[in-house]
């Protein structure tokens, strides 16, 4: 009874692992990822966000692949898309501006990046944008940003880390007004013996 | 006769063995023994306890032709006023104070190239040295109650330039510290010469009318060195000329004491007392103090000079010698009123020395700042105040030591402390703490010791405070306290107990879950009891290797936050299997306590694979758009949804945002079937969906072509 417990128990784990492991992508396409808070991100780097923020993603696209005449090397990038896993749902990744700076600059062979290629030629260009409800939960949020050739391998990947952090508190409205009528009050006061001072 | 006097109080130890052997001649005589033991009894040793000084350099004046270097320091008063003198070939006596300052002697002197020498001060201020003219000379600071109520310099009366004394701290003359008196030595004979017919006779001065010839002794050779407030005088008598085995010609010098009313031919009757020797034949007499101790040296059998003490008040006058086991010579060169004697010993070198009867011979550079050495005490004075030689840097000065009270520790709150757990404030109180005081912890655990001052706040003279660190007190094994002061010396130690303190639960790990595959760049522990060793663990089931599950079973690198928060990071190889993980808190003495599952899981990966748009009725009709997802990551979006136009997009927000749409199909897991309004144009477009499931949001987008 015990055996049969030990190999049920043994196949389940064995199960469990070749389910559960990861399939290794071969990724030609270096994604390097700034923002314009937090600079460049290097590993580890935790991106500080507020519910309500949106945040631009800059980026540098590079395809490290041997530089080849033949243009064996050259990639076809075909589609991106992101995930984001955390503590809430909405928080969403929208990819528009990569297709505007990156994969539109030549309409002629779209998604095209030749070996040793670098986009953009120089400095950084918004490559997607994270959006943070304002109902958005705080917390630790895993992205990943990814480009697919037409077969659905990974070129490239960016992961990230953003840190949704609770809003601070803000004075009450109420506190607000308070200080706008004392204001006022002092202003309408001090107008008034102005006025005294100069009909006198 | 007179009464119990403060200072005799001051040495009742030695006191008591006399009360019964006095001699009357001396007129001291008036310690009864129930007197003595009752002072016995309070225990008062004053400056014994003395154990650490402050250190006050003084600094000579600024003389015309005199080079500014501190030639000999001669006496101390009990006000800490000093006598030295300074110069290199033209000497100049002067004054100092810590008050004042500095300042020249105006003694006598015929030309500027002149020196005159300082020997001796008052508590009276009485200053006494040599002039110019080679004369004895007294310079008044100021009308005192005294028998000599002049301001300014005072005539010594006898024969004019009869006092010659020679150089050498100490000797030649000295005044008395209350009463003025002032005694020293000459020739009677040759008044005008120093030492010429070689006979020579200690002399005192009662007051500024009268003078003591106080005899040479049957070889014609004495001379005073000391004189106390009772008129007794202590100096040397040459008492012997003999012919050793050598046939080389020797003499004798014993110390003496003398009372100025028994001046005269030496051992008469009426009461002159021999110092004997340590078996030597020479003696040196330095100071008597008021209860008629007499500090010196003397020379031993064996032809080593070593400090002693004589007290000529037993039945036969005893000298004891300080420094019995040195193999070096020793001079003690000062004893005040409470019976502690300073003055230099050679043992490693020249150092100055400390003695009193109850804590024997101390070692003066035990007692001084840090970076401070003294290498002879000349005087001390009844308030413990030493007149010293020192060292700094290797710069040699003179100082006045001055004794500071010693700091005491009485409290410790808390006195016991968890392990490994942060303590603030923790507070010690006391007494007589300064600014500069630190606590210091010392604790010795299994394979090392802890030594360290921590940063303290002074708070008062009787508490500072400091925080223990969390990752200071590691070990459970008790810790000493003490309060270190750079000036005032350690005080005792008081013991601060080390539990273990309480094994570590957890409140919560986040981010949880977390992705496979994933790097966490700050996971966070939330609990209690948490130490500065404490260590964030990781467990998990990674395999099977056959015959047994392997594991990750490991100690991540862990950040203290606080006793209720860690913090790790954890590297994506780490996270490669998602399955349920173990997050547990190490405690340093105590173990694991319960842990809570960390859950790693999988995340879907999506993407557009197709895109097929028709238009459904030709052209300018409904598009019909069928979107096919590929899925490359470790987890299906089962529940995936799209609700709002907003999350399919076509060139996103440059066009097309909010374009209608129907949704005609989902098929979970691998597209979506949706008509757009006939009105979308042909021609190149970017097609982007937006979909969440359950734990978060993928987003999908291809450029397609729209018919």
Request: glycine share 10%; net charge negative.
């Amino acid at each position: 009874m015990r055996a049969m417990l030990f190999r049920l128990l043994k196949a389940m784990v064995l199960t469990t692992l070749l389910c559960t492991v990861r399939t290794a992508h071969a990724q030609a396409i270096t994604v390097d990822l700034s923002t314009l808070a937090q600079g460049s991100l290097l590993p580890g780097t935790v991106i500080d966000a507020l519910p309500g923020d949106s945040i631009n993603f800059f980026g540098v696209l590079t395809n490290t692949l041997p530089a080849n005449p033949s243009g064996a090397n050259d990639l076809i990038m075909d589609s991106v898309g992101g995930n984001i896993l955390g503590p809430s749902s909405d928080v969403t990744l929208d990819p528009t501006d990569y297709y505007t700076n990156f994969f539109l600059f030549d309409p002629a062979n779209p998604g095209l990046i030749q070996a040793q290629q670098r986009i953009p030629v120089s400095g950084t260009a918004t490559i997607f944008t994270v959006t943070v409800p304002s109902t958005t939960a705080p917390g630790t949020y895993f992205g990943t940003f990814d480009i697919y050739d037409s077969n659905a391998a990974i070129l490239g990947e960016a992961p990230f880390t953003l840190q949704v952090n609770a809003p601070a508190n803000t004075p009450e409205p109420s506190a607000g007004v308070f200080l706008l009528c004392s204001a006022s009050s002092l202003f309408l006061v001090m107008r008034r013996k102005k006025r005294a001072y100069h009909t006198r | 006769m007179r009464g119990v006097s403060e200072n005799k109080v001051k040495q009742i130890p030695a006191l008591i063995t006399r009360a019964f052997h006095k001699r009357s001649s001396l007129a001291l005589k008036g310690l009864s023994v129930a007197g003595a033991l009752l002072l016995l009894l309070s225990g008062n040793t004053p400056h014994a306890n003395a154990q650490h000084y402050g250190v006050t350099i003084v600094t000579p004046p600024a003389i015309q032709f005199v080079s500014p270097v501190i030639f000999f320091a001669a006496d101390m008063n009990n006000n800490g006023d000093v006598i030295a003198t300074t110069g290199n070939n033209i000497y100049r006596a002067f004054g100092w104070s810590a008050n004042s300052g500095s300042v020249e002697l105006p003694f006598d002197r015929p030309f500027n190239f002149s020196s005159t020498y300082g020997y001796g001060v008052s508590d009276v201020g009485d200053y006494v040295g040599e002039d110019g003219y080679s004369r004895p000379a007294v310079y008044r600071s100021g009308t005192q109650s005294n028998n000599i109520l002049v301001t300014g310099l005072i005539p010594l009366p006898g024969f004019p330039g009869t006092v010659a004394p020679y150089f050498g701290q100490g000797q030649g003359l000295a005044v008395s510290g209350t009463t003025g008196l002032v005694a020293g030595w000459g020739s009677p004979v040759d008044p005008g010469a120093i030492s010429s017919s070689g006979a020579k006779h200690a002399y005192a001065w009662p007051s500024n009318s009268t003078f003591v010839d106080m005899g040479g002794g049957p070889f014609g050779f004495s001379i005073a060195y000391s004189v106390n407030s009772h008129n007794n005088v202590a100096g040397i008598v040459q008492t012997a000329q003999f012919q050793d085995v050598n046939g080389i010609t020797r003499t004798r010098n014993n110390g003496f004491v003398q009372s100025i009313l028994d001046f005269g031919v030496f051992f008469a009757a009426s009461g002159k007392i021999l110092l004997p020797t340590l078996g030597g034949d020479s003696c040196f007499v330095a100071q008597i103090n008021d209860s008629d101790l007499v500090a010196g040296s003397t020379q031993t059998a064996s032809g080593l000079t070593h400090a002693c003490l004589w007290d000529p008040d037993q039945f036969l006058p005893v000298v004891t010698d300080l420094t019995p086991l040195d193999s070096t010579p020793s001079y003690a060169h000062s004893i005040n009123n409470g019976g502690v004697v300073v003055g230099q010993r050679t043992v490693n070198g020249a150092r100055g020395f400390l003695w009193d009867s109850v804590h024997g011979m101390q070692d003066l550079n035990t007692m001084l700042p840090a970076g401070w050495s003294c290498y002879d005490a000349i005087k001390i004075n009844d308030n413990g105040q030493i007149l010293a030689n020192c060292v700094f840097n290797g710069i040699f000065s003179v100082v006045v030591l001055t004794p500071q009270p010693t700091p005491t520790l009485s409290g410790l709150n808390p006195s016991t402390v968890a392990g490994a757990t942060a303590v603030s404030p923790f507070t010690v109180t006391g007494t007589n703490f300064t600014a500069s005081s630190k606590i210091h912890v010392h604790q010795i655990f299994p394979g090392g010791t802890l030594d360290q001052d921590l940063a303290t706040t002074f708070d008062s003279p009787t508490q500072l405070h400091t925080s223990i660190l969390a990752n200071l007190l590691t070990h459970t094994d008790n810790v000493a306290v003490t309060v270190l002061d750079p000036v005032r010396g350690p005080t005792g130690g008081l013991t601060l107990t080390v539990t273990q303190g309480a094994i570590p639960t957890l409140a919560g790990v986040t981010p949880n879950p977390v992705p496979v595959g994933t790097a966490v760049p700050k996971l966070t522990v939330t609990g209690t009891n948490f130490k500065a060793a404490s260590k964030i663990h990781l467990y998990q089931i990674t395999g099977f290797n056959g015959s047994d599950f392997t594991f990750i079973n490991l100690d991540l690198p862990t950040t203290y936050d606080s006793a209720n928060q860690l913090h790790t990071s954890i590297p994506a190889n780490l996270l490669s299997l998602y399955s349920g993980a173990y997050i547990t808190v190490i405690d340093p003495v105590l173990g694991a306590g319960p842990g809570l599952s960390l859950s790693v899981v999988g995340v879907p990966k999506i993407s557009i694979s197709s895109v097929v748009a028709t238009r459904i009725a030709g052209p300018g009709s409904s598009l019909s758009v069928l979107i096919t997802f590929a899925n490359t990551g470790t987890a299906d979006a089962l529940n995936a949804t799209v609700s709002a136009a907003s999350q399919l997009k076509l060139n996103g927000v440059n066009t097309t945002t909010g374009t209608p749409f129907t949704i005609d199909a989902i098929y979970t897991g691998q597209g979506i079937l949706v008509t757009f309004p006939g009105s979308i144009l042909p021609g190149n477009r970017v097609l982007s969906l937006t979909m969440s499931y359950d734990g978060g949001s993928f987003t999908a987008s291809k450029l397609v072509v729209i018919p």
